[in-house]
């Protein structure tokens, strides 16, 4: 059973790695800074709205690539939507593959749009894992605090 | 003896992202705005009172004061890239209205495209903000609002100025006045 220094340490060397491996950028702080008393679960609903609405987007970019006359137009205003909402929560490495899609999307690339959909969805599975992990930290320092 | 009043603004966000509707809202709010937020364009015209005074097809300046009363908003802050009406088509709106074009109005777009800000700016829009909007960019809104109140004050207090010398210097006019 980890003490709270521990955990403590746990949890900011959990999250500096999300820094550093560009899971995450500044705008996770600006985030961070939004929560107080009075709203002490931002993050973790917006985060989890995140990922709600992106795995929508994501199913809407499948079947839209799928058909045999695909609204580039369309597939490109879904992945404007996730490439903002990625940025707005500081998902950082989501959102350079949104931007990646673009541009294949803007030379109507079929191959690349499909090939960087894959990758997107292994980001959003990898960012999601990593949130999970982060929140639970952040629970057993939060549990460990009231127990001490 | 002076009361200090504490002037609480009141902020109209439109975004047809929920995201961002929930980031600009907490921002807002830290900075101790009362905020409405809406999805869309239209919607934002519904709740200015913009869409009744359009029905009704012309400037009626008596619907638009009724309006102002009911809804007070001090600054609308809204997306730029939005389905339907853009943000750009609701600022020209907002700026075409009698009623409503002394409300100032900021521009978000996670875009950063030097002839769409210019435009903006140009079609009378206070600031322009990339997105994804921080703290520091919500904090250049104040200075705006204290503007317009202070405008808004003058220009009320410049009425009653001249209302008050026409009274006074006026030599047709008899002493007694009826109410009416």
Redesign the interface.
Same mark, same amino acid.
Do not use: P, R, T
């Given at each position: 059973m980890y003490g709270l220094s521990q955990l403590q340490r746990q949890l900011a060397e959990f999250t500096s790695s999300l820094f550093d491996e560009g899971f995450l950028d500044d +705008?996770f702080n !600006? #985030?961070q +800074?939004?929560q107080d008393e009075s709203?002490p679960e %931002?993050v973790v !609903?917006?985060v989890t #709205? %995140?990922f709600e609405?992106a795995e929508r987007v994501l199913n809407e970019l499948a079947n839209t690539l799928a058909l045999d006359n695909i609204d580039f137009k369309r597939v490109d205003?879904h992945v404007? +939507?996730l490439?903002?909402?990625s940025?707005?929560?500081?998902a950082q490495r989501v959102q350079k593959v949104c931007i990646a899609f673009r541009n294949y999307c803007e030379e109507q690339n079929v191959e690349g749009c499909l090939k960087t959909l894959q990758e997107i969805k292994q980001e959003c599975s990898l960012m999601k894992s990593k949130f999970e992990t982060l929140f639970k930290m952040e629970q057993q320092v939060f549990a460990c605090r009231r127990l001490g | 003896m002076a009361m200090a009043l504490e002037t609480q603004f009141h902020v109209l966000a439109v975004d047809d992202s929920l995201i961002d509707r929930m980031l600009i809202e907490r921002l807002l709010k830290t900075s101790s705005f009362n905020v409405t937020t809406v999805d869309s364009a239209t919607k934002a015209l519904k709740f200015l009172g913009l869409v009744e005074d359009e029905l009704r097809n012309f400037e009626s300046s008596v619907a638009s004061e009724i309006h102002q009363d009911v809804v007070d908003v001090n600054l609308i802050i809204t997306d730029y890239c939005m389905p339907g009406m853009t943000g750009y088509d609701l600022l020209r709106k907002i700026k075409e209205s009698k009623s409503l074009k002394n409300i100032p109005v900021v521009i978000m777009s996670s875009e950063n495209v030097p002839s769409r800000i210019n435009r903006c700016l140009e079609e009378g829009a206070e600031e322009f903000f990339l997105k994804p909007v921080q703290q520091a960019d919500v904090n250049k809104l104040k200075p705006h609002l204290m503007k317009s109140k202070s405008k808004e004050e003058n220009e009320e207090s410049l009425k009653n100025k001249r209302k008050d010398m026409e009274e006074i210097y006026s030599p047709n006019k008899t002493r007694l006045r009826c109410s009416s």
């Open positions: +705008q !600006e #985030l +800074q939004l709203n %931002f !609903e917006v #709205l %995140f609405d205003a404007h +939507q490439k903002g909402s940025s707005s929560i500081g | -």
